[in-house]
């Protein structure tokens, strides 16, 4: 099997945008020949080659503010969408006892909803409890993940995982490693815009390690796993910035 015709074929079943593809393309030309085999051929790993450049759907190059590294895809099928810290398996954010049984079973969701509340206002830091949260007026707030993960594209914010596939935690170190140089890549020919680069926890961190990122702010983070990132300070000022709470952008 040639590469010359895998890239195009990856690149088109990916589904990413059309200012993405010359970028992408030189991206997968840095994977080696047997991975990108691999990649086209398995029909195992998460989330899939449907979905595997989902995450360059969202936006084209040009509108890309922020990319926001998580580690690698959610390991359930029906959690893993392509993008990072999306969890397919999770509708609705709001119910009537606060957050949806779902947001709050994920902890790191359940967490960044609670600092996005905290950045509002509309939550305390000495009150995270689900009753706090089911006393607040949800009208114009934002119901659903999909909504979540529009405005994040909307504030220019690449969901975007240092692996972008996974089919085994015993893999996941190795996946990482192979995805560099297409990750080198990619920011390179980002360099010419003005990207900031969000890094959740430590994984995520191993990309500021990348030549490319030197050229790039970074913005590090602890994972939202962490009860610490929900009242933590650049947390709040950079995605409290980014106005995702409220669906029209304005507090009813």
């Not at 030309?29 to 899939?48: D, I, Q, T, V």
């Not at 959610?74 to 609705?92: H, L």
């Not at 707030?141 to 594209?153: A, V």
């Not at 920011?187 to 890094?199: G, H």
Request: proline letters at 4%.
């Amino acid at each position: 099997m040639k590469r010359e015709s895998d890239t195009p074929s990856l690149i088109l079943s990916g589904g990413c945008r059309r200012g993405w593809r010359p970028i992408i393309a030189g991206a997968l030309e840095k994977l080696p020949a047997e991975y990108l085999s691999y990649l086209l051929e398995n029909r195992e790993y998460l989330p899939g080659k449907e979905r595997l450049l989902a995450a360059f759907d969202a936006m084209e190059p040009d509108e890309v503010k922020y990319i926001l590294f998580g580690q690698d895809p959610y390991p359930r099928r029906e959690s893993a969408t392509g993008y990072a810290f999306m969890d397919g398996r999770v509708d609705r954010i709001f119910c009537e006892k606060g957050l949806c049984k779902e947001v709050n079973r994920a902890t790191s969701l359940r967490n960044f909803m609670k600092m996005l509340l905290v950045a509002a206002g509309e939550l305390k830091c000495d009150d995270l409890s689900q009753s706090a949260i089911a006393s607040i007026a949800k009208d114009g707030m934002i119901e659903t993940m999909d909504e979540l993960k529009d405005k994040l594209s909307d504030a220019g914010v690449l969901l975007l995982n240092s692996s972008l596939v996974f089919d085994g935690a015993a893999n996941s170190g190795k996946h990482i490693s192979l995805w560099r140089p297409f990750m080198e890549s990619l920011l390179d020919a980002l360099s010419a815009y003005d990207v900031k680069l969000i890094l959740f926890g430590a994984h995520a961190a191993k990309i500021e390690k990348l030549e490319a990122a030197a050229k790039m702010e970074k913005i590090k983070l602890p994972h939202p796993y962490n009860h610490s990132f929900i009242c933590l300070k650049e947390a709040l000022e950079l995605f409290g910035s980014m106005d995702l709470l409220f669906s029209k952008g304005l507090k009813s």
